[in-house]
């Protein structure tokens, strides 16, 4: 996709959008570095 088409489509998803700003650690960044709800990939 050109990426004039991906800015426009981008801006008419966006057009109405409220921003909501969030403060903190995400839970699952914190959970992913301390190792935990990691379930390893191979056996």
């Known amino acids: 996709m050109p990426k004039t088409i991906a ?3 981008a801006d ?3 057009h109405h959008a409220h921003v909501v ?3 903190g650690d995400s839970i699952r960044l914190t959970q ?4 935990k709800g990691v379930t390893p990939l191979t056996n």
């Open 7 to 9: 800015n426009a489509t």
């Open 12 to 14: 008419r998803l966006l």
């Open 21 to 23: 700003m969030t403060a």
């Open 32 to 35: 992913a570095t301390a190792g």
